[in-house]
């Protein structure tokens, strides 16, 4: 699925004509536009979540691609959000219906689950108000990391992310051979 012509409708619907430079922190790889225009019927879109207000924009900005792209296109999309809770002795994904028999091993506090669980709650929440189709993920570990294993994982086309430049360490740590395009929160969208 090519990313401009979703961008292009969102530039369309608010109005503005700079958004696209704004919103683009990495641009999708060549070799995977080849691939996923022929293949893909289904879009996948992933949003880092933590439960910020940039991170709620991010998820906003998702929900609307979503919903403008499935009446432009007929496609099925989908939306993840994605919450990683960081950790070092941890960098898998953690099942949390066996947290009793993992607790000494993972490291992890239900303190710490009931916070992941708090957010993506929030995230679910927001997912109602657009009646989209949406999963959420919970991950363990480095952020970059885990947000590359989930897009890999539903093969994604695009990652939303609540960061506003390219010089977010977010960013810097996802590497420029990213396998999507990653996009940010434009600067104001009050101009």
Not at 76 to 81: D, P, S, Y
């Amino acid at each position: 699925m090519k990313i401009k012509p979703m961008l292009a409708r969102l530039q369309n619907s608010l109005g503005r004509d700079d958004l696209i430079q704004q919103m683009v922190l990495l641009p999708e790889p060549v070799e995977s536009l080849v691939y996923r225009s022929s293949q893909k019927v289904c879009v996948n879109l992933v949003v880092g979540y933590n439960g910020s207000p940039n991170s709620h924009a991010a998820l906003d900005i998702a929900f609307w691609v979503a919903h403008q792209t499935h009446l432009a296109t007929h496609n099925l999309v989908t939306v993840h959000a994605v919450y990683v809770e960081e950790n070092q002795l941890n960098n898998q994904y953690f099942d949390i219906l066996n947290f009793e028999q993992n607790q000494g091993k993972s490291g992890f506090t239900i303190t710490q689950l009931k916070q992941t669980n708090k957010v993506l709650w929030q995230a679910l929440n927001l997912a109602k108000e657009w009646q989209s189709s949406f999963q959420s993920h919970e991950c363990f570990g480095h952020p970059s990391t885990q947000l590359r294993k989930i897009v890999e994982s539903v093969n994604a086309d695009i990652l939303f992310l609540g960061c506003k430049s390219v010089n977010h360490p977010l960013i810097e740590s996802l590497g420029r051979n990213f396998p999507c395009a990653v996009l940010g929160v434009p600067q104001s969208m009050d101009d």
